[in-house]
C-alpha cells in the first residue's frame, strides 16, 4: 500500500473458519501484525529491517501509547497508527522525517482492528504482515481448531444441526465423544471458546455429553424432590445464571470435581430434543 497525500483506512483482523474447515474455532489464538513503512526507493523492494523477533505490543522504534480519544489524531503530521481490541485503544505516530519503521503488535485475543490515518505522508510504502499464533496454554498440543481441556482436546461443531444421538455419532467419527463437564474450569473454557466465535449467538444451543440413558429414573427423582420444596430443577438461560451456580457450587464444603449436579434439561416429550421443564427450549448453552 502507498498512501497519497491524504488517506483513511480501517482493517478487521478476525480468526475464524478456514475453506475446508468450517468447524475451525479461533478461540486460543492470536494475531501476529507486522507492519513496515520505508521511503520510496528505485526498486520499491522491500528494504532490510532488523529481523528481531518481538513477542509483545511493541514497536522496533518506539512503543504503542494508550489513547484516551481520537482529539490527538489531527497533531499527528504523518502516519497515524491505532489498534483497537476490546475496547482499548492504542497507537503510535510516525513522523515524515522517518525513513523508515517496523512496527509489531500480538493482539491479546483473536481479533483486532487497525486504523491507518496519513496525513502529508508522501514518498512511503507501508506493508502490512499478518500470522495466526497459538497461545500454548490454552492449545498446547492439541490441533489446529481446538483447546486443551486437562488431558482432552475440545472443539466445537457448528456447522450443521444434528439431535443428541446424531451429535454423539459425528464426535465418535472425529475419535471423540460430546464433551463431558465435570469442572467449572472446564465450564469457563468451553464459555470462552463459544463466546469468542464469530457464530456466537444467545439463540445457539449446543450438545453435551449428559444422558439418562443409562438411568432414566435419577432424572425424574431429582425434579420430583424439587417439586416437593415448591420449585422445579434449575433452568441456565444466561451466563449470568452460569455464573452464580457456578459460585455457589464452588463456595460448598461439599465441592468436588467429581460431583455431579441435575439440572432442569430434558428431552422427556421427544429422544433428544431438550428442553427446560418448563418446555422451553435452550437460549443459552
Request: hydrophobic letters at 35%; aromatic letters at 12%.
Amino acid at each position: 500500500m502507498r498512501p497519497s497525500e491524504f488517506i483513511f483506512c480501517y482493517f478487521l483482523w478476525m480468526l475464524c473458519c478456514s475453506f475446508g474447515n468450517p468447524d475451525f474455532e479461533q478461540y486460543g489464538y492470536q494475531i501476529n501484525l507486522t507492519l513496515l513503512v520505508w521511503s520510496k526507493n528505485e526498486t520499491n523492494d522491500i528494504p532490510s529491517f532488523d529481523n528481531e523477533t518481538l513477542s509483545t505490543a511493541l514497536s522496533a522504534n518506539d512503543t504503542l501509547y494508550p489513547i484516551l480519544n481520537d482529539k490527538s489524531d489531527n497533531d499527528c503530521d504523518g502516519l497515524l497508527i491505532r489498534t483497537i481490541e476490546s475496547g482499548n485503544i492504542m497507537g503510535t505516530c510516525i513522523q515524515n522525517n522517518e525513513t523508515s519503521y517496523k512496527l509489531n503488535i500480538v493482539s491479546r485475543e483473536n481479533k483486532i482492528q487497525l486504523k491507518i490515518l496519513a496525513k502529508n505522508f508522501i514518498h512511503k510504502w507501508i506493508h502490512i504482515i499478518y500470522e495466526t499464533l497459538a497461545i500454548d496454554h490454552i492449545v498446547q498440543n492439541c490441533h489446529l481448531g481446538s483447546i486443551a481441556v486437562r488431558q482432552f482436546c475440545l472443539s466445537v461443531v457448528d456447522s450443521v444441526k444434528l439431535s443428541w444421538p446424531e451429535a454423539e455419532s459425528e464426535c465418535v467419527k472425529r475419535h471423540g465423544h460430546l464433551a463431558s463437564i465435570r469442572s467449572a474450569y472446564t465450564q469457563s473454557m468451553i464459555d470462552s471458546m463459544l463466546l469468542s466465535s464469530v457464530y456466537y449467538s444467545e439463540d445457539n444451543a449446543y450438545w453435551v455429553g449428559a444422558t439418562d440413558f443409562a438411568h432414566e429414573g435419577d432424572f425424574p427423582e431429582a425434579e420430583s424432590e424439587c417439586v416437593k420444596r415448591h420449585g422445579h430443577l434449575a433452568s441456565i438461560r444466561s451466563a449470568y445464571t452460569q455464573s452464580m451456580i457456578d459460585s455457589m457450587l464452588l463456595s460448598s464444603v461439599y465441592y468436588s470435581e467429581d460431583n455431579a449436579y441435575w439440572v432442569g434439561a430434558t428431552d422427556f416429550a421427544h429422544e433428544g430434543d431438550f428442553r427446560w421443564t418448563d418446555s422451553l427450549s435452550f437460549s443459552y448453552s
